[in-house]
Structures are given as structure tokens and as C-alpha cells.
């Protein structure tokens, strides 16, 4: 399972891929505003600030909602950086300008996929990731663990090759019960990350080992 961040912080990005487990990077509007990243010229450049942090893909998202604009921006982004993912919402428009850039080798992540019909859809335009967002559907009461069980029993049925990226992620569960249903990638916030290394058996053991070490030394 390849493990993505979702943040715009680099000290956050770095601090994951110091640890030598980091896939790649996922951002979006919101995540950019949050790191008081504004106007096109400072985006572009914090995109490339990430590449050149993490070894991976680094999902750019379009604003644009129409064809043409997706194309235009998308075209932009991927010329930045050979590690530009372009991150294109799921609507019609989107789903047309996935299979453009499909068909011309440019990395895609379809965003907002909240139903396995629109994941089917993703895959049948060739997306290299699929993001279904599980954290939001569960704060609505809905069962996003579901979601990547159904995606992965339609993918596997027809061998799409789109990854299944689950999006969304908040805490350690998910990731894990992600990688149960075979999710191929989890992106979420650092702490669903380093939550994986908690346990008090492991803090006990260690504290008994190196007492029992100073007790001989
Ligand atoms: C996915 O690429 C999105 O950026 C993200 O995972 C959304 O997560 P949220 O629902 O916690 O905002």
C-alpha cells in the first residue's frame, strides 16, 4: 500500500519522507488556503516546492469546472514538474478532460468520487488514481470503508489499472481497514500516519529493555 500525505505543509511533507515511508502528496484548494497559499504564481511554485521534497506523485488540482479550462490548467501544472499528478473533479467535464490527459501518458487523480458508479466511470477514462473520500461520507453516516470494498470488486472484475486512492483518511483505523480491502494507496493528514507507530506494549518493552541494559553497564 503506498502511503500519500494530504497537506500543503511542507514541515509536515518533510517530515514524512524523513521518515523513508512517504509515496507521494495530495493537496487541494482547501489545504493550499490553509497554508495562506494564494495567487496562481505562489500555487505554482509551492507545487514544485513539493516535488522537490517527496519522491512520488504530487496531486495539482484544477479549478476550472469546463473542458477547456481543466485542459488548459492541466497542461500548465504537468509542465512544472515530471512528479504532477492532475487532480480533475468528477463531473462530465472532467471525466472528458481525464481521458485527454490519459490519452497523452499525463498522470490523473479523479477527485470527489462518492459512489462506486463514479469510480467505474474514472477507471473507463483511464485515471491513474481514483480518490473516493471515505472520511466524508462517513461524517455523513454513510459507510466510506463500503465504498472501497465495492470500487475494489469492480476493478478487479474488469482489471481496471486505476489505483484506488482513498481520500479522506482521518485517523490510524482507516488506514488500516483500508489496506484490509486492499485500497493500492491511503492519503491523510500526518497523524493518521505516525498513529500507526503507537503502541503501549512497544513504549513498555523498550523502557524494560534499556533498564535492564543500564542495570549490567
Ligand atoms: C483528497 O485528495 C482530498 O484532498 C482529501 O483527502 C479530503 O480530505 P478531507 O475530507 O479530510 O478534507
Redesign the pocket.
Known amino acids: 500500500m503506498k502511503f500519500f500525505i494530504?497537506t500543503a505543509n511542507l514541515d509536515q511533507i518533510k517530515e514524512a519522507q524523513d521518515m523513508g515511508i512517504l509515496d507521494g502528496v495530495?493537496t487541494?484548494p482547501?489545504?493550499m488556503a490553509k497554508e495562506g497559499i494564494t495567487g496562481t504564481n505562489n500555487i505554482l511554485k509551492h507545487y514544485v516546492d513539493i516535488c522537490n521534497i517527496v519522491d512520488g506523485d504530487v496531486?495539482a488540482e484544477v479549478i476550472s469546472t469546463d473542458f477547456e479550462g481543466m485542459v488548459r490548467e492541466g497542461e500548465a501544472l504537468a509542465e512544472l514538474h515530471d512528479q504532477i499528478v492532475i487532480k480533475l473533479p468528477m463531473i462530465k467535464d472532467g471525466v472528458k478532460a481525464c481521458k485527454y490527459f490519459s490519452d497523452r501518458g499525463i498522470k490523473t487523480n479523479v477527485?470527489l468520487v462518492f459512489s462506486p458508479g463514479q469510480a467505474l466511470l474514472a477507471a473507463k477514462a483511464g485515471a491513474t488514481y481514483v480518490?473516493p473520500?471515505i472520511?466524508?461520507l462517513d461524517d455523513i453516516s454513510t459507510d466510506g470503508l463500503n465504498l472501497i470494498a465495492e470500487i475494489r470488486q469492480i476493478y478487479d472484475n474488469y482489471g481496471f489499472d486505476t489505483e484506488i486512492l482513498a481520500?479522506?483518511?482521518?485517523h490510524t483505523m482507516h488506514v488500516i481497514d483500508c489496506a484490509k480491502l486492499g485500497a493500492d494507496v491511503m492519503?491523510g493528514p500526518l497523524s493518521s500516519i505516525t498513529g500507526l507507530l503507537k503502541h503501549p506494549l512497544t513504549d513498555i518493552g523498550l523502557e524494560k529493555f534499556l533498564a535492564d541494559y543500564k542495570k549490567g553497564n
Open positions: 494530504d495530495t487541494n482547501s489545504l496531486s477527485t480518490s473520500f472520511g466524508r481520500a479522506s483518511v482521518r492519503t
